[in-house]
T-cell receptor, first 113, second 115 residues
Framework: DQQVKQNSPSLSVQEGRISILNCDYT??????FLWYKKYPAEGPTFLIS?????DKNEDGRFTVFLNKSAKHLSLHIVPSQPGDSAVYFC????????????FGGGTRLMVKP | DAGVTQSPTHLIKTRGQQVTLRCSPK?????VSWYQQALGQGPQFIFQ???????QRGNFPDRFSGHQFPNYSSELNVNALLLGDSALYLC??????????????FGSGTQLSVL
């Protein structure tokens, strides 16, 4: 069973607009959530994270929101840039799992100039 | 500062063969994790090594085994290859074990094709 789901396999937005990527999880033991970005022929790179004690974390153009009651998190990119075009993975880890991550299936973001 | 390096970058094997993939962690890191990423899916955790011991393991059969050396580098071995083992194998390194705040740094992966 998929414990972390990204239901949108792809997303296309115009440069300068907001990109919103969504992620749902089912395991209530998850308490730390991360977003990774992956370009072709490269490994995933860490983007931003959030602990379950928070509901929002910002880093420049990137903001992650966590809704624990809905078991939902989202990544907002404002403004979107063509260089943001990549596959974005949502990941989660649990209380006793250290940094062993459970990943979603990814969302391919395309930012059009 | 060298990041995580993996070798080889591509590999073609036939069913039933055995394969060994290698990983050198980022300088200063002592923990190595391996992930399998099938086409169109997210990475799936295989196992994690710290202090030369397997510390955590995902839902993978015993055909998948690993090793960590004193210099922290690591190998992933897969025996009796199946067509379904075709995937991108990612190595990730981090500092210390058991800290969820410790970010993983990934290599570019080894693309394994089983024919």
């Amino acid at each position: 069973d998929q414990q972390v789901k990204q239901n949108s396999p792809s997303l296309s937005v115009q440069e300068g607009r907001i990109s919103i990527l969504n992620c749902d999880y089912t395991n209530s033991m998850f308490d730390y959530f991360l977003w990774y970005k992956k370009y072709p022929a490269e490994g995933p790179t860490f983007l931003i994270s959030i602990s379950s004690i928070k509901d929002k974390n910002e880093d420049g153009r990137f903001t992650v929101f966590l809704n624990k009651s809905a078991k939902h998190l989202s990544l907002h990119i404002v403004p979107s840039q063509p260089g943001d075009s990549a596959v974005y993975f949502c990941a989660a880890s649990g209380l006793n799992a250290g940094n062993m991550l459970t990943f979603g299936g990814g969302t391919r973001l395309m930012v059009k100039p | 500062d060298a990041g995580v390096t993996q070798s080889p970058t591509h590999l073609i094997k036939t069913r039933g063969q055995q394969v060994t993939l290698r990983c050198s962690p980022k300088s200063g890191h002592d923990t190595v994790s391996w992930y399998q990423q099938a086409l169109g899916q997210g990475p799936q955790f295989i196992f994690q090594y710290y202090e030369e011991e397997e510390r955590q393991r995902g839902n993978f059969p015993d055909r998948f085994s690993g090793h960590q050396f004193p210099n922290y580098s690591s190998e992933l071995n897969v025996n009796a290859l199946l067509l379904g083992d075709s995937a991108l194998y990612l190595c990730a390194s981090s500092l210390g074990f058991g800290n969820p705040n410790e970010k993983l740094f990934f290599g570019s992966g080894t693309q394994l094709s089983v024919l």
